[in-house]
Every structure is written in structure tokens, then in C-alpha cells.
């Protein structure tokens, strides 16, 4: 049996920090007063009310109130008012559509928005009013990393530092750019340049440590974990991040400590999961399987849940529940190799114990959860659940033998698949529909594909 973490199991988190839109920190009432400023640390509710104090004086000068305007627009898209921060960009860009910052903001928030092209167009005219301003090729190269453009990225990053050869943010962004190309090397000089210039970036020290691990080095991704903690224990995939360090140097006790902050902190499928695996390397399958049960309970489709619960049923002897888990980890990816073997190899074993004259009655599905009324009816009819399974089981075969050949034959297939399950549960029960001619027809069409 292969290892049960899938080849899209856990990775550090990797994050690119933007440049103008930043979470804030909040003062203490021994602070001075917040100005109204660009890239100020104040929380927003702060910044903005000393920036409507600011806009709405009449002494202000026309140009300070834009730039005011700018600010409050950013510090509303950090509070989470979206619509209302890029409504005041637009007025400030119809007053005056030469100013440059307002179309740099605009880019970043509609960025973050996934709005790439719209971010593009933004960007550039950004760029074309103030092509010596090293922000505004820096924030188009995290379009451009965002948009998977890594060559673009790193020529942007590139121009931004020669602009301004002291840019920490964009030598951490360019570090991005690297990891993203497979550079990992060369993404931890440009992490060790950003750091150097600004130590207390929590972001940089845990995308270094991603970098780390890809190189084999768990042991100093470990440190730039703890170095994120430390610097910012308010962010959850740190804790995940060095749960995975832990994990990957053996200590699943200290990785399952991390995995139970990042969840305190958010629940996240992500972060069950691992929690779960580490639990199962510990050979604690119940809890291995109730932290799988939670993270599909918030994700019912994340297939990696389906893989490794799988595994945890082999490993308690449960090779039916395990068989059904690694079916839907296929159906959901059909890329998956490591799912198609396990599911292979477990279906061969249920087959050499004699099993599987036991199971043949079996629908493909979990009766004991079904839902639905024509599921109910499969599970209450030995021959639709004969039908069920043997569909489910020539499926996956023409899945695996197409995924060889061909990925974008094997998703078609699997579309198709999907298409006739739809349709079955939307017409049963209708006038006219037979749902075992249905799936006799469904289970023909698969054995001429399989042919």
C-alpha cells in the first residue's frame, strides 16, 4: 500500500504580502494620534476616521483631500468593505486621472478581488504615469504571479529594485516568483535579502521555510516557522506550516500541538487534515478518522479527506469503507495516482480474502448516510446496487486507463460520469423514467469504453 498522503497533500502555505492594502496593527492608548497616511500601521476603524476628519475639512487643499481619499479607500478595503473602498477610488480617478497612486490602489484591490485583467489595466496605466515609481511594477508583478506569469513577475520585481535596491517587499515577492518556478534556491537569497532589510516580516520567514523544505533542509524551514510564530502568532497557517515541519522531522506529538493552535485560531479542512495524519502516523486511527470526518464536514469534496481516511480504514481492517473513500478521492481527481492504487490495491484485496462475494450487493455509496430517494432505492434493491457498483468499478478502470493517456480525457470521462448521476437523481421519481434501464444503458456505455 502506497503512503497515504496524496501527491497534492499538505505544503506550506506560500503568500504573496501586498504592498498598499496590509493587515494593521492595533494601537494601545499610549499611542500618539493616528495621521492620515499612506502604508501606516494603524487599524483601520483609525485611519479611517482620522482620514474623514481630514476630507471633510474645508481647509484641506483639493490635492490632500484625494490623497486622503486614497487612504481611506485602503484602510475600508482592509476592513473589509470592498465595494464602498474601490467606489472612492473611481471618484478620486474621475477628479483627477493623472494620479497614479489612485490606479496602483485600484490595481491591488481589484488584484485581490481576482480580477487580473482589470488589475492589468489598472497597473499599467499605474506604471505609464509614473514609470520611476518602484511600487507600481512591483504590484504588477504580483499580477503577474498571480496570473502564473513567474518570468513577467520577476522582470517587474527586477525593475522595482532597481528603482529602490532597499524594497524588501519585493525582494520577498520576487522569492515568491522563484519558489513558484521551481527555483528554491534562488527564492531563498531574495527571502534572505528581504529579511535582512526588514527582519520582522512573519510572511517572508515562513515562505523561506517552504523554500527550505522543498530543498530538504526541514531543519531551518523548522526555525523560519518558529521565527513566524514568534513575530506573529495571530495567523493559523503558521502554526500549520510548523506542524508540518514537526511532522516531517518526526515529532507528530509537537506537530499535533501546532495543528490544534491553527485550528483554536480557524478551522480550516486543510488543517484537520494534517492533524489527522499526524494521528495516524501515531497509529490513533479514530481520532485520525474523526479529524477526516470534521474537515469533509466542512468540505464534502476535499479530496485529499477521502485518500487518507481510506488509509485509516485499511489500517482498523474496515477494507469496504476504505474501498468507498478511495473511489470518491478518484472520482473527485482522477489525476490522483496514489488514490487509483490504493483503490486498486485495496479492491484486489477484498477479491483474494473472498470478500467480495460479500460486498457484491453493496451500492458504491455509504447506505448508512445516504440521503436521497433514489439512493435509498439502489440500497434497497439488490440488483440496483449490483448495477450501482458495477458502474462505480468499470468507471474508475476506464478513468485510471484514460488518465494514462491522456488527463483531459480522463476529466471528460469523469464529466460524463457526473452528467448521468445528476440526471438520475433529478429524474427519479418522474413520470416515464426507468432508473434500472438508466443504468443498464450507463453500465453498456462504459464496458464499449472499456472494450
Not at 491522456?406 to 413520470?431: C, V, W
Request: proline residues 4%.
Amino acid at each position: 500500500m502506497r503512503s497515504f498522503v496524496s501527491p497534492l497533500a499538505a505544503s506550506a502555505a506560500l503568500a504573496i504580502t501586498i504592498l498598499t492594502i496590509n493587515g494593521a496593527i492595533a494601537q494601545t492608548a499610549a499611542e500618539p494620534p493616528v495621521i492620515c497616511a499612506p502604508l501606516t500601521d494603524a487599524a483601520p476603524p483609525k485611519l479611517i476616521e482620522s482620514c474623514t476628519a481630514l476630507i471633510d475639512n474645508p481647509a484641506t487643499p483639493e490635492a490632500d483631500r484625494l490623497d486622503a481619499t486614497i487612504t481611506r479607500a485602503v484602510a475600508l478595503y482592509s476592513g473589509g468593505q470592498a465595494v464602498k473602498a474601490l467606489a472612492e477610488i473611481d471618484a478620486v480617478i474621475a477628479k483627477d486621472p493623472h494620479r497614479a497612486r489612485a490606479f496602483r490602489a485600484r490595481g491591488e484591490m481589484l488584484r485581490q478581488g481576482g480580477k487580473t485583467e482589470a488589475a492589468f489595466v489598472a497597473l499599467n496605466e499605474a506604471i505609464r504615469l509614473e514609470p520611476e515609481n518602484a511600487n507600481g511594477y512591483a504590484n504588477r508583478g504580483n499580477a503577474f504571479n498571480n496570473a502564473g506569469k513567474f518570468d513577467r513577475a520577476i522582470e517587474d520585481y527586477n525593475e522595482a529594485l532597481r528603482l529602490k535596491p532597499d524594497f524588501a517587499q519585493a525582494f520577498s515577492d520576487r522569492g515568491a516568483a522563484w519558489y513558484f518556478k521551481g527555483e528554491y534556491k534562488k527564492a531563498i537569497a531574495d527571502y534572505d535579502s528581504a529579511i535582512r532589510l526588514d527582519p520582522n516580516n512573519a510572511r517572508t520567514y515562513t515562505n523561506r521555510g517552504a523554500a527550505y523544505k522543498k530543498i530538504g533542509r526541514t531543519d531551518r524551514a523548522l526555525q523560519d516557522s518558529t521565527s513566524a510564530i514568534r513575530i506573529d502568532p495571530s495567523q493559523p497557517e503558521f502554526f500549520d506550516n510548523r506542524g508540518l515541519d514537526l511532522a516531517a522531522n518526526g515529532d507528530y506529538a509537537g506537530a499535533i500541538a501546532d495543528y490544534d493552535e491553527a485550528i483554536k485560531i480557524q478551522p480550516q479542512p486543510k488543517f484537520l487534515v494534517n492533524r489527522g495524519d499526524a494521528h495516524q502516523a501515531r497509529k490513533d486511527y479514530d481520532r485520525a478518522i474523526a479529524d477526516y470526518d470534521a474537515a469533509l464536514k466542512l468540505d464534502p469534496k476535499f479530496q485529499r479527506a477521502y485518500n487518507n481516511r481510506g488509509s485509516a480504514w485499511v489500517r482498523k481492517g474496515d477494507r469496504a469503507r476504505a474501498l468507498q473513500d478511495y473511489a470518491e478521492a478518484v472520482r473527485l481527481n482522477p489525476s490522483d495516482k496514489t488514490a487509483a492504487t490504493n483503490h486498486q490495491e485495496v479492491a484486489q484485496e477484498i477479491e483474494r480474502l473472498g470478500s467480495l462475494g460479500n460486498q457484491k450487493n453493496l451500492p458504491s455509496f455509504n447506505c448508512a448516510t445516504a440521503r436521497r430517494q433514489v439512493e435509498k432505492a439502489i440500497c434497497s434493491d439488490a440488483g440496483l446496487a449490483q448495477l450501482d457498483r458495477s458502474i462505480n468499478d468499470v468507471f474508475l478502470r476506464v478513468v485510471a486507463s484514460a488518465e494514462s493517456g491522456s488527463h483531459r480525457a480522463a476529466l471528460a470521462l469523469t464529466r460524463q460520469q457526473r452528467d448521468f448521476i445528476g440526471k438520475r437523481n433529478a429524474s427519479f421519481g418522474r413520470p416515464g423514467y426507468d432508473l434500472r434501464q438508466a443504468m443498464e444503458e450507463r453500465l453498456d456505455k462504459l464496458n464499449i469504453i472499456a472494450r
